[in-house]
T-cell receptor
Framework: KAGVTQTPRYLIKTRGQQVTLSCSPI?????VSWYQQTPGQGLQFLFE???????NKGNFPGRFSGRQFSNSRSEMNVSTLELGDSALYLC?????????????FGPGTRLTVL | SQQGEEDPQALSIQEGENATMNCSYK?????LQWYRQNSGRGLVHLIL?????REKHSGRLRVTLDTSKKSSSLLITASRAADTASYFC????????????FGRGTSLIVHP
């Protein structure tokens, strides 16, 4: 099976702009989670989508949003970018059907906000 | 807030030595997972241990879980330079959620 793919791999934006990141999960996986990783805060959970519905949400402001399509592909959007949004954004997919959720991670999108 | 925290934050050893990393967590869990992350890349799942298991092996990896102490350890035996990476423990969010939350990780450097 192909792994989780994320596009783009690298992105440079300026403050105030908005950005959309894309994630394609492993075939058959219905759960997609997004994480933000920074040196200061570590890995922070953003949200999880399952069957096109947001099922769990972390503690991030409303500027961070996401969606999932019928083919389980997911996008996350960050509006009005701030310098502190510079991070590695990781997407992970899982079967999502039981409580033992092994997450399969993509390579991440490195976002730099100038 | 972080559910699990790894210790030490950084570990530097020579090839062939064993590496031990610890994870402590705050609330009751039904499973704990360990992941590896090579520099700037995605995480790779290493092993999952359930709350009713005390020890689990996978190749050169040995994971223990002590639910009474709310702690887990990851042992990498006969380490190799390729084991250089950050290692994270992940536990379900508190409140019964199954979403894994990650500690800040242990940065392991194995010198050839």
């Amino acid at each position: 099976k192909a792994g989780v793919t994320q596009t783009p791999r690298y992105l440079i934006k300026t403050r105030g702009q908005q950005v959309t990141l894309s994630c394609s999960p492993i075939s058959g996986h219905r759960s997609v989670s997004w994480y933000q990783q920074t040196p200061g805060q570590g890995l922070q959970f953003l949200f999880e989508y399952f069957s096109e519905t947001q099922r769990n949400k972390g503690n991030f402001p409303g500027r961070f949003s996401g969606r999932q399509f019928s083919n389980s592909r997911s996008e996350m959007n960050v509006s009005t970018l701030e310098l502190g949004d510079s991070a590695l954004y990781l997407c992970a997919s899982s079967g999502g059907t039981n409580s033992y959720n092994e997450q399969f991670f993509g390579p991440g999108t490195r976002l730099t906000v100038l | 807030s972080q559910q699990g925290e790894e210790d030490p934050q950084a570990l530097s050893i020579q090839e062939g030595e064993n590496a031990t990393m610890n994870c402590s967590y705050k609330t009751s869990i039904n499973n704990l997972q360990w992941y590896r992350q090579n520099s700037g890349r995605g995480l790779v799942h290493l092993i999952l241990i359930r709350s009713n298991e005390r020890e689990k092996h996978s190749g050169r990896l040995r994971v223990t879980l002590d639910t009474s102490k709310k702690s887990s350890s990851l042992l990498i035996t006969a380490s190799r330079a390729a084991d250089t990476a950050s290692y994270f423990c992940a536990t379900p969010k508190s409140g019964g959620s199954y979403i894994p939350t990650f500690g800040r990780g242990t940065s392991l450097i194995v010198h050839p």
